[in-house]
């Protein structure tokens, strides 16, 4: 069993990928598993090295659908290296992970994946006090769960239960909620596990690998660019905007000026757009879209006067964005597309903005998808989320850096725009709608 975690810690756009690429071609011999987060990045690694990615397909002579996982045994039965993604990663199970220890297989997961997941989209805090109240389940010590009630197969809490039966369903500490922990077999089974991300230390990751009983040490094969002169690029081309009017707007005390006291944070648009009165939301609403249309016009007029709106990238909290993924099969294929999906009511608008072109959600991460974007509005002050933080106090006395990780994910934001780039004269233009989030920004970058 392997404990030792290596890292590859290095500033976004450093050719970690590429540096993983040329590694996987100089071992041909070694079978590699290559997880990463989109498909595109998969398609990259595929076709310039000898990976291969599993699909999914109807299997005419068992009549049943042959799934990813189902494909991804068998090539990693047959010991092929394999490209694929965090989401089929993170479902993995006891007879993958036998034979990824059986055959010696390497990891490398490019960008880190949150190990801890809130089970939101069935189950609530009633639901939870609910079940316990009955006595049909109980938190131990560890917060783990266990389930003590014969449900039928077909009620409301079948999922629930299996869930439970795998052993990974944990209360969040002094909430009554449920939190999924992915399998810490993930990461103990390989030969060697190589992690690429920028301050690993600030994730959510390093949080799950170092309690339980992690070791971490720099990655020496796999080589990225050396980040001296990029750091001086960043200084000299990352630009924090202000813009007067909405400045003095956008804190919630600011010398003598009257202020609407949005902290932007998700709490705030929770409490303004759908806790709210109707009067407030429609305010709160209009207030953050005017922002996004003022500033990116006020960056062009007073910044560059070479962009235009085809520049801009923007974010806030994903619900309220407008944004969902829909799943569109052609020709027996599966893909995911991006819709904009007005709900009224929840929706902050962005009219003279594409705003399927332009929103680019806050958690955002290695792709290179938006790498023409020169206009950044970022309006979403960012926190741990309080199930996570309230585990990890109460089950493993462990305290979350909320500014390592609002930072963290504000600087793999930053750096899906043409920053990544590193190329002379081509300056990105930053404003942040919160204080905090510009505050956080401005040490980072003094820092280089």
Sequence with gaps: MNNIIHVLDSIPGTRKTSGAIEYINENPSKPILYICEYKSEIDRVCNLTHCVQPKSAYDENIERYHSKKDDIKQLILSGR???????????FDAEIFTAIEKIGYELILDEVLDPIIKVTSRYNSADYKTLEDSGHIKAAESGKIHWSWDVEKESAYDELREFCETG???????LNQFLYLVPID???????VTVMTYRFEGSYLYQYLLVNGFQFVPETNIKSLNSAELKKHIKEHIIICHHKGTDKLRTISKGRHKTNGYTFSYNCYLKNIINGKVSNR??????????LNLVFRHIINNYDNALSVSSVMYTLPKEFSGISLVEKEHKGKVFRKR?????????????RISSIKCFVPFNCRGTNEYSDKAILIHCYNHFANPAIKSFYRKYKDLEIDEESLALNTLIQWIFRSRIRNFKKGEKVYVYCLSERMESILKKWIDSL
């Design 168 to 174: 990974l369903l944990y209360k969040a500490g002094d």
């Design 339 to 351: 819709i904009y999906n007005v709900d009224r009511k929840k929706t902050i608008p962005a009219p």
């Design 282 to 291: 429609e305010e709160f609403k209009k207030f953050v879209s005017s922002r």
């Design 81 to 91: 290296s394999i490209a694929s993604s965090h989401a089929l990663f993170v479902n």
């Design 186 to 192: 993930l990461f103990n089974k390989a030969s060697k």
